[in-house]
């Protein structure tokens, strides 16, 4: 008979490095724009998980997914910020353990399994610089995977992430009024904890399209308080804001962090549903 999958397999995380290398020691991955997924499949049953265990209602692709010609798996991936797309990568469970195989064999096996959209795999990087592709092309980033490696339930340096850009994840704290002609709001007011401080980063005033702009503002409305949460706070704007309880996190991209640790050029990337606002603080690059 074969093992059934377990409840829950702690998935492997990525470290993060400065260095921009490439090496035949090394298998390269596009690093996707969007939030990690896991996949469980036990018979006809399909559940999906963030990264922290949070449960995601994603019914298009729990479908995919129940119909792989399996009994029992567990993938490993990321989804795009509109949930249509799940970029699979990795394979931890198939009909019994594969977790402490080897990178290479569990591509193989990803390979032999008939996906259809919304599910793709995430192809290899064929490219003497991948870094330098990723840049190229605007990506968010690459993976680098070492050959021979198992799939590891913790943080490794067997999967090195180099980013193109900063990335973040933040505390809406407040909002201001939109001017002209834009619709909802005119930026996020956002920030990360130290402590039990608050401690604000700036605004956000771009990487929203019309549709979004309009969600966030009724949900922000019903979040609203008549004073700033942000304990920590130099530069906050004085007219049109707005200050609502620190309960929705976003994922921030920018350039760089500024001498008066504020965030450089930053753009929305998305709306989290898998973070606790309480864990998020300043990462360091």
């Not at 910020?81 to 064999?105: C, K, M, N, T």
């Not at 304990?231 to 007219?239: F, M």
């Not at 500024?258 to 450089?264: A, H, S």
């Amino acid at each position: 008979m074969k093992a059934a999958a377990p409840e829950w397999l702690e998935p492997m995380a990525a470290t993060l490095t400065q260095e921009r290398f490439a090496g035949p020691e090394w298998l390269f991955e596009r690093k996707f724009d969007g939030i990690r997924l896991l996949a469980y499949k036990r018979g006809a049953d399909v559940q999906l998980f963030s990264r922290n265990r949070l449960p995601q209602n994603l019914p298009t692709i729990a479908s995919a997914v129940g119909e792989l010609p399996v009994h029992d798996a567990i993938l490993d991936g990321e989804i795009d910020w509109d949930g249509r797309s799940y970029h699979v990568f990795d394979v931890l469970w198939l009909d019994g353990p594969v977790a402490q195989l080897p990178i290479e064999e569990r591509r193989a096996l990803l390979g032999k399994l008939p996906f259809r959209a919304p599910l793709q795999r995430v192809a290899l990087v064929e490219h003497e610089q991948p870094w330098e592709l990723a840049r190229r092309e605007g990506w968010e980033g690459v993976i680098a995977k070492r050959r021979g490696s198992p799939y590891e339930h913790r943080r490794s340096k067997h999967w090195l992430k180099m980013k193109c850009e900063a990335s973040q994840e933040l505390v809406v704290g407040g909002f201001t009024d939109p001017q002209g002609t834009r619709v909802g709001l005119g930026a996020l007011l956002v920030g990360y904890y130290e402590g039990d401080d608050l401690v604000y980063a700036g605004k956000v005033g771009t990487g929203f399209d019309t549709r979004l702009l309009t969600e966030l503002r009724e949900r922000l409305d019903t979040l609203e308080i008549p004073a700033s949460p942000f304990t920590k706070a130099t530069g906050l704007p004085r007219l049109r804001m707005h200050w609502v309880r620190p309960s929705i996190v976003v994922q921030v991209g920018f350039i760089e962090w500024t001498t008066n640790n504020k965030l450089r050029h930053p753009r929305l990337l998305g709306v989290r549903a898998d973070k606790d606002p309480r864990e998020v603080v300043r990462e360091s690059r």
